[in-house]
């Protein structure tokens, strides 16, 4: 079995920092892209970023020139750097990865919120 454990979550003022972190651990054999979420109340779940195990990035334009993700391929763990956050970056961020294990699929985290004050 696949876990994926976020952290780094948190209350902080509007032009902050925050850095999520989402390790995965179990029987995996490879991961492909991993990425982040987010979901804010009463909206949809929405592309935040992601990257592939190249190192290939994408980004909402909506975080681009704020956010930065990065992975550490030995951790098995996916990073994402939040810089000058804005209140409209308040919701529950979601860590995602396309895992082999003796199957291929996604896996998603529990979730960790972000409140950004005004």
């Known amino acids: 079995q696949v876990q994926l454990v976020e952290s780094g979550g948190g209350l902080v003022q509007a032009g902050g920092s925050l850095r999520l972190s989402c390790a995965a651990s179990?029987?995996?054999?490879?991961?492909?892209?991993m990425g982040w979420y987010r979901q804010a109340p009463g909206k949809q779940r929405e592309l935040v970023a992601t990257?592939?195990?190249?190192?290939?990035?994408n980004y909402a334009d909506s975080v681009k020139g704020r956010f930065t993700i990065s992975r550490d391929n030995a951790k098995n763990t996916v990073y994402l750097q939040m810089d000058s956050l804005k209140p409209e970056d308040t919701a529950v961020y979601y860590c995602?990865?396309?895992?082999?294990?003796?199957?291929?699929?996604?896996?998603w985290g529990q979730g960790t919120p972000v409140t950004v004050s005004s």
């Open positions: 995602n990865a396309h895992i082999w294990t003796y199957t291929y699929r996604a896996y």
């Open positions: 179990g029987s995996i054999i490879s991961i492909n892209d």
């Open positions: 990257v592939i195990s190249g190192g290939n990035t």
